[in-house]
């Protein structure tokens, strides 16, 4: 089925550890980005790109690293992870939006636990 | 982004039809209304978006007022399978990469 894939789904990690978030598409979309989201806070915006080779930071980029080498793959690196990073992650990609896009499809998500 | 307010919380019996209102009272002439839910646990699914027309898909219609103040997304015969937060979004289209902005939803509860 067409979408957004994403892997792990689970992960634990301890503190300083480093680790990459896996995040997949096959729909051609030129824009993806990656959200966190905490209980209550809502979704966040980590990163994003705008097509191969192009990434830009979002509001909360501290601590993360991204880097997409073709339109399909889009990962996210934990560079040395923290308790703050606890979190469920979701990468999402979407068209250049405009009255007949589809909205943004969003991955499963990646849940995030570091100890 | 203009910002949305939503009732916090729905109620709705299983097979009737599911309204739920949104106000955009700031939205500019170039600005979409977008509707998304996130069923417990996973990621938001897009629903339906629109400008000024009414529009409708295989899951939902959308129905904007004149003024373009308000919104109402309808779900025709809710199922249990439909019980979600369901978030309204404005945004510009047709310009470059906009975070999308969710705020509290509306958690619609859908019963037997």
């Known amino acids: 089925n067409a979408g957004v894939t994403q892997t792990p789904k689970f992960q634990v990690l301890k503190t300083g550890q480093s680790m990459t978030l896996q995040c997949a598409q096959d729909m051609n979309h030129e824009y993806m980005s990656w959200y966190r989201q905490d209980p209550g806070m809502g979704l966040r915006l980590i990163h994003y790109s705008v097509g191969a080779g192009i990434t830009d930071q979002g509001e909360v980029p501290n601590g993360y690293n991204v880097s997409r080498s073709t339109t399909e793959d889009f990962p996210l690196r934990l560079l040395s992870a923290a308790p703050s990073q606890t979190s469920v992650y979701f990468c999402a990609s979407s068209s250049v939006p405009g009255p007949l896009d589809g909205g943004y499809t969003f991955g499963s998500g990646t849940r995030l636990t570091v100890v | 982004d203009a910002k949305t307010t939503q009732p916090p919380s729905m109620d709705c019996a299983e097979g009737r039809a599911a309204n739920l209102p949104c106000n955009h009272s700031?939205?500019?002439?170039?600005?979409?209304v977008y509707w998304y839910r996130q069923i417990h646990s996973q990621g938001p699914q897009y629903i339906i978006h629109?400008?000024?027309n009414n529009e409708t898909n295989e899951m939902a219609s959308l129905i904007i007022t004149e003024d373009r103040k308000s919104s109402t997304l309808i779900l025709p015969h809710a199922t249990l399978r439909d019980t979600a937060v369901y978030y309204c979004?404005?945004?510009?289209?047709?310009?470059?990469?906009?975070?999308?902005?969710f705020g509290t939803g509306t958690r619609l509860l859908v019963s037997p």
């Open positions: 629109g400008l000024k």
């Open positions: 700031t939205i500019s002439g170039n600005e979409y």
């Open positions: 979004i404005v945004r510009v289209a047709n310009t470059g990469f906009q975070k999308l902005v």
